[in-house]
């Protein structure tokens, strides 16, 4: 299966964690405070990797791992970056509980915002995101499928397609 290049999507095969953890860098470093990323896909599809990578891009020191038994993990980035804030939203019954629990001081705050199980709270997102849904291809490999919503995204997914693809003609 090959890449789809289109102006609105990119389409990834990865085929390790480390590179999930590599393209998940590429993103974090081009992140900026008040992005959203919405991870989408099966337990194991590879999005905790992708989150390691986006904190390492961002500069994080230190272990990442998936916040499922505390529901959001705060993250320092490097001096003058922003924080990440890695949420997952496995054990959240919907919206309300999110809300609850203080969703909108993360959406709303000063850091980038990585969400595992966004779909168990589609309607609260806000419209503008970077959507990424994730499948298991292999027992190794994995399918990434970036979806920007707004102009940010879709000059963030245009970058990341020059980047990892070189120029288009």
């Known amino acids: 299966m090959s890449p789809i290049l289109t102006a609105n999507t990119l389409d990834i095969i990865s085929h390790s964690p480390a590179q999930t953890q590599r393209l998940g860098a ?5 992140a900026q405070a008040g992005d959203v990323y919405c991870l989408e896909g099966d337990l194991g599809s590879g999005k905790t990797s992708f989150v390691q990578g986006i904190a390492q891009g961002l500069g994080v020191a230190g272990p990442v791992t998936s ?3 505390v529901l959001a993990n705060v993250y320092r ?3 003058g970056r ?3 804030y890695h949420l997952d939203l496995y054990r959240i019954s919907g919206p309300q509980e999110a809300l609850d629990f203080g969703l909108e001081d993360y959406l709303y705050g000063e850091g980038v915002v990585a969400i595992e199980w966004p779909e168990r709270i589609r309607e609260i997102l806000p419209q503008e995101c970077l959507w990424i849904s994730f499948r298991c291809l292999d027992a190794t490999k994995r399918g990434l499928l970036a979806r920007p919503r707004g102009a940010r995204y879709e000059a963030l997914v245009a970058e ?3 980047d990892i693809y070189g120029g288009r003609d």
Request: aromatic share 6%; net charge positive.
């Open 26 to 30: 590429r993103l974090g470093a081009r």
């Open 67 to 69: 916040p499922t038994f």
């Open 77 to 79: 980035g490097a001096a």
């Open 82 to 84: 922003p924080p990440l």
């Open 160 to 162: 990341l397609q020059r």
